[in-house]
């Protein structure tokens, strides 16, 4: 955003709510997989194709069964995924049982429409805001377009997918215009900011930056933090110390 600023211009563009309209997250490849069960030959060449193209790219570990959604359609723990990990760092207990509001029967559509309206759109809209109008810049969203919402509610859930591939619609309509190697790009990628890159927590200044008195620390436990300061290389210490900052 500060780069936009500085080069003179006033309104950026997001891509948000594309994947909740098209898919986009790597749960949705399995909830499609439970949507498409019912079509045997369909069901045996998206697994497979899963399987070939998704798999070796799938971190989160409950998201590595290609029958996950088949045989519990109600699972969820991939959202909260260390979620009591993360709490034993604060002072007081803590625990937010999941909510999900029913909107229609197929699985994938229903998670598609909590994303959009109750998880994770309702969340980048407020960053987003609050990190463009820090610089002046009005921000746009043009896939919250109503008309747009409205058409994709009418694609087949078959075609959302395709190939081993989310978003295939969105994918197939910039053909021509995006390049090819973006386009058929399987990979998920997010702009998540290494912290331990940023933060030099050898350093003495930083460190001590780090441990002085703050409000944060009527939540959080200071012992908690400077034990993880002292394994910066762990990766569970990193997740935890990226979550809490």
Same mark, same amino acid.
């Given at each position: 955003?500060?780069?936009?600023?500085?080069?003179?211009?006033?309104?950026?563009? !997001?891509?948000?709510?594309?994947?909740?309209?098209?898919?986009?997250?790597?749960?949705?490849?399995?909830?499609?997989?439970?949507?498409?069960?019912?079509?045997?030959?369909? &069901?045996?060449? $998206?697994?497979?194709?899963?399987?070939?193209?998704?798999?070796?790219?799938?971190?989160?570990?409950?998201?590595?069964?290609?029958?996950?959604?088949?045989?519990?359609?109600?699972?969820?723990? &991939?959202?909260?995924?260390?979620?009591?990990?993360?709490?034993?760092?604060?002072?007081?207990?803590? $625990?937010?049982?999941?909510?999900?509001?029913?909107?229609?029967?197929?699985?994938?559509?229903?998670?598609?429409?909590?994303?959009?309206?109750?998880?994770?759109?309702?969340?980048?809209? &407020?960053?987003?805001?609050?990190?463009?109008?820090?610089? !002046?810049?009005?921000?746009?969203?043009?896939?919250?377009?109503?008309?747009?919402?409205?058409?994709?509610?009418?694609?087949?859930?078959? &075609?959302?997918?395709?190939?081993?591939?989310?978003?295939?619609?969105?994918?197939?309509?910039?053909?021509?215009?995006?390049?090819?190697?973006?386009?058929?790009?399987?990979?998920?990628?997010?702009?998540?900011?290494?912290?331990?890159?940023?933060?030099?927590?050898?350093?003495?200044?930083?460190?001590?930056?780090?441990?002085?008195?703050?409000?944060?620390?009527?939540?959080?436990?200071? !012992?908690?933090?400077?034990?993880?300061?002292?394994?910066?290389?762990?990766?569970?210490?990193?997740? $935890?110390?990226?979550?809490?900052?």
């Amino acid at each position: 955003m500060r780069s936009i600023a500085e080069a003179g211009y006033r309104i950026s563009v !997001s891509g948000t709510a594309a994947d909740e309209l098209f898919t986009g997250y790597y749960d949705h490849h399995l909830a499609y997989l439970q949507e498409v069960q019912g079509d045997a030959a369909l &069901h045996a060449r $998206s697994v497979a194709l899963w399987r070939q193209h998704i798999l070796p790219i799938v971190r989160n570990r409950d998201l590595k069964d290609p029958s996950l959604f088949v045989t519990n359609p109600g699972f969820r723990d &991939h959202i909260y995924q260390d979620a009591q990990a993360f709490a034993r760092y604060l002072k007081s207990g803590w $625990s937010e049982p999941f909510r999900e509001t029913t909107y229609t029967e197929g699985l994938l559509r229903n998670r598609m429409l909590n994303e959009l309206f109750h998880e994770s759109v309702p969340v980048i809209l &407020h960053e987003d805001d609050l990190n463009a109008m820090f610089f !002046s810049i009005e921000n746009r969203s043009p896939f919250l377009d109503r008309s747009l919402f409205e058409f994709c509610g009418t694609i087949p859930t078959r &075609h959302l997918i395709r190939d081993g591939k989310a978003k295939a619609v969105l994918r197939e309509a910039v053909r021509g215009v995006a390049p090819d190697g973006v386009i058929d790009n399987r990979r998920k990628v997010g702009f998540n900011a290494p912290i331990l890159n940023f933060l030099d927590v050898g350093d003495r200044q930083v460190r001590a930056y780090l441990l002085d008195d703050s409000p944060i620390f009527d939540y959080v436990e200071r !012992s908690r933090i400077e034990a993880l300061i002292e394994n910066p290389d762990l990766p569970t210490a990193k997740a $935890s110390f990226s979550s809490i900052f």
